[in-house]
Nanobody
């Protein structure tokens, strides 16, 4: 069974950077033929799409709120998708989830605070 596990979350000051990773295991051969995405959910808010990438990494899209600051990428040889987050703002504080192959990861907390 496919499992997704996020890592790389933490606490950072405004303007800082973090790089999230999401590794797929199990039927991981399916990773390379599936689009992947990152979502986030802040306290009291609905889960929202942050970024998505197609199976070969040639097409990406982003929420307007993160365009120009976040970059989604993937390494199909490592069954891993990444989210590079720069110029972080307090409003980026949320639990970040990896989504793909019909699965959700458990999430990783990102806190942006001075």
């Amino acid at each position: 069974q496919v499992q997704l596990v996020e890592s790389g979350g933490g606490s950072v000051q405004p303007g800082g950077s973090l790089r999230l990773s999401c590794a797929a295991s199990g039927f991981a051969f399916a990773f390379s033929v599936n689009p992947m995405s990152w979502y986030r959910q802040a306290p009291g808010k609905e889960r929202e799409l942050v970024a998505a990438i197609n199976s070969v990494g040639g097409s990406t899209n982003y929420a307007d709120s993160v365009k120009g600051r976040f970059t989604i990428s993937r390494d199909n040889a490592k069954n891993t998708v990444y989210l590079q987050m720069n110029s972080l703002k307090p409003e980026d504080t949320a639990v970040y989830y990896c989504r793909g192959i019909g699965k959700w990861g458990p999430g990783t907390q990102v806190t942006v605070s001075s």
